[in-house]
């Protein structure tokens, strides 16, 4: 499993465990152990790969990541605060593609990335959406820019998200701004008429409170949980998790009150009924979405989680098989500067990894295939050793008679 | 969280909120307390103003709120604002916020001693002190130590011979102020001056104090799984 992160000094780390090794445990007392041994062991044991890639620039923070393909071959896509795009390679860090959105500034930040085979889709604060062609690209010229297909999807967004499955299907929701999905392939047409049918759900807020007052939105995070994206779920600052089915109704299907303080993200945790959320105070727990109730609350956190990646990431189609293989794990990255990896597999929720990686961290993205690489040395010298094993002769029973004989 | 002696660590601190002292800006502090203050406070105060050269003191109002003491703090040109809290007629907290957009810090304040009821003690007198941070080692202690460094004249004088220290123990933070004197090259004279107390930091947001803020670091009771594990 391979870790990236960005930071808010612009850096990208990727991090590789080795895989655990298991020692049997020891029932016997405590025998004095040969100190060099063990320091030769120690040695001998993989460590944690870390590769770091960029400089350190403020200017150049990375805001979202995500991941993008380019030629068949997956990369890292990496928005910056400057409003650059970049296109990494997984190994490497080398930058093969580079775009810049100009909607990007100090007040107007990336709210939404995504990256499809023939598109780059972004949005900014200020409502900027753009869905720039992959294949358009000019590798002569310095400044490629985005497209830009809209700028009225509303002031202070905080949030853009594209429907997995369906890259032209995209909601939005932000301060004072309620939930909106639109259909981009609309967005896109030259006439007003087309345009304005172009918003596909527009949510409507809830009843006025016990004092008859005007429930305030603002929306941090939000997520999509079927396939034909009727059914998404938002996280608010006022610490409420909503969920809303667009065929239904305009108002939220269930809306639950979820601790005190300010929800920063939302993420879909081990099937399409649980979230996880984290907030401000560094919480982070799993709300199970058809019963309201908060559960399962990931420990050892010191300051608030910016982002958080769960591994194997659901998906609409029934991967059975898929699932029971790899076994789940939530990977967060913090601002007390540490990543850590839970294990999601039992009621402990053990930290499985911790790396101090020195900077305020912001986003992270999880690459479940990658394999450790395997010692080639050592899997020799133990095919080496089992073969002289094999050729050696057993130890047959007649032994027994000759002792048999001695004793008498 | 652990020791660290690197460029990347020092490349990010050469421009972090705090980097405006370290190219010259004089601090310039003011002193507050929680509403409705009760004597104590405002000795503690006085306390305070003393200690640090160029702070003010500023009356809290009834209805001054936090984000407008901080705004007009920023407006008013000042780089960082002190806030004592007091409960029941006891100090309690004092919440260090670096302005205009610095870090926020809050230190649980205990054993608070003022000058007078030191046996022995000196007088003050106002001449810049020198500064001594110890054992601010991990990445959080940098950060800390850091804006205790920018409440202080960046040049000392000398001539007053008073020095200031901040000392760091199973994190725990003591300010002492005394007085030296170098009887020869090798002894050194000591005479405690001014208050003495105990801060333990609880929380630290990045940016200014905001309820809804984010926090970089914040003690919980859990964290204390051993007695040899320290944050700062």
Request: hydrophobic residues 30%.
């Amino acid at each position: 499993m391979r870790i990236i992160t960005g930071d808010e000094t612009g850096l990208v780390k990727s991090v590789v465990f080795p895989p655990k090794v298991e020692e049997p445990k020891r029932r016997s007392k405590k025998v004095k152990q040969d100190q060099e041994g063990e320091d030769e062991k120690k040695k001998n044991e993989p460590t944690m790969i870390l590769n770091k890639f960029g400089v350190i620039d403020k200017n150049e923070g990375v805001q979202k990541l995500c991941w993008g393909e380019l030629n068949g071959k997956r990369h890292i896509v990496v928005a910056r605060k400057s409003g650059k795009i970049q296109y990494l390679d997984v190994e490497t860090g080398h930058i093969e593609r580079e775009y810049r959105d100009e909607n990007v500034n100090k007040e107007s930040h990336f709210v939404g990335l995504h990256a499809t085979e023939k598109y780059l889709i972004t949005c900014t604060t200020s409502g900027h959406l753009s869905y720039t062609l992959l294949s358009s690209y000019n590798p002569k010229d310095t400044n490629n820019k985005t497209t830009c297909i809209s700028s009225t999807l509303g002031p202070d967004l905080y949030v853009m998200r594209v429907h997995p499955a369906r890259p032209h299907l995209f909601a939005t929701g932000g301060k004072e701004n309620d939930l909106k999905v639109y259909d981009a392939n609309l967005l896109m047409k030259e006439k007003e008429e087309e345009k304005k049918k172009a918003l596909v759900f527009q949510a409507k807020n809830v009843k006025n409170d016990m004092l008859d007052l005007r429930v305030k939105v603002w929306i941090h995070d939000l997520h999509f949980l079927n396939e034909e994206g009727t059914r998404i779920v938002t996280a608010t600052h006022y610490h409420q998790v909503r969920v809303y089915e667009t065929k239904k109704q305009r108002r939220p299907v269930s809306d639950f009150d979820v601790g005190k303080n300010p929800l920063l993200t939302l993420h879909i945790g081990v099937d399409f009924d649980h979230v996880i959320y984290t907030d401000t105070m560094s919480t982070v727990a799993t709300v199970d979405l058809r019963r309201g109730t908060v559960g399962s609350h990931y420990k050892g956190f010191t300051g608030s989680v910016s982002d958080v990646f769960v591994t194997p990431q659901p998906s609409f189609n029934d991967d059975d098989d898929n699932k029971k293989m790899t076994k789940p794990f939530l990977t967060s990255v913090s601002l007390d500067r540490f990543l850590r990896v839970h294990e999601m597999s039992t009621q402990f929720r053990r930290i499985e990894q911790k790396v101090y990686l020195k900077q305020r961290m912001t986003a992270v993205l999880v690459d479940e295939t990658f394999e450790f690489p395997k010692d080639e040395g050592k899997e020799q010298e133990d095919q080496e050793e089992n073969e002289m094993w094999d050729a050696m002769e057993t130890v047959a029973d007649s032994d027994k008679s000759k002792s048999k004989r001695k004793r008498a | 969280m652990i020791d660290d002696d690197d460029g990347e660590v020092a490349q990010d601190e050469a421009d972090d909120e705090l980097a405006s002292y370290f190219s010259g800006r004089t601090p310039k502090i003011v002193v507050t307390t929680s509403k409705k203050a009760s004597q104590i406070a405002y000795d503690f105060c006085d306390d305070l103003v003393s200690i640090f050269p160029n702070a003010q003191f500023a009356k809290r109002g009834p209805k001054h709120e936090m984000k407008q003491i901080i705004k007009q703090a920023v407006k008013h040109d000042f780089t960082d604002l002190m806030i004592v809290n007091e409960d029941r007629k006891a100090l309690n907290a004092i919440t260090l916020i670096h302005l205009p957009d610095g870090p926020s810090a809050y230190f649980k304040l205990s054993n608070y001693i003022p000058g007078k009821r030191i046996p022995g003690h000196g007088r003050t007198t106002a001449h810049n002190p020198e500064l001594i941070l110890n054992n601010f080692n991990t990445r959080l202690g940098h950060t800390v130590g850091r804006m205790f460094q920018a409440l202080m004249p960046q040049v000392p004088e000398f001539e007053g011979r008073q020095v200031v220290t901040f000392h760091n123990q199973r994190d725990f933070i003591f300010v002492r102020r005394h007085r030296y004197v170098f009887k020869d090259t090798e002894k050194v004279g000591l005479q405690e001056l001014g208050p003495k107390f105990t801060l333990k930091l609880r929380w630290l947001q990045k940016g200014t104090y905001s309820r809804d803020g984010e926090y970089e670091w914040i003690f919980k009771p859990e964290m204390e799984t051993s007695r040899k594990r320290f944050f700062l």
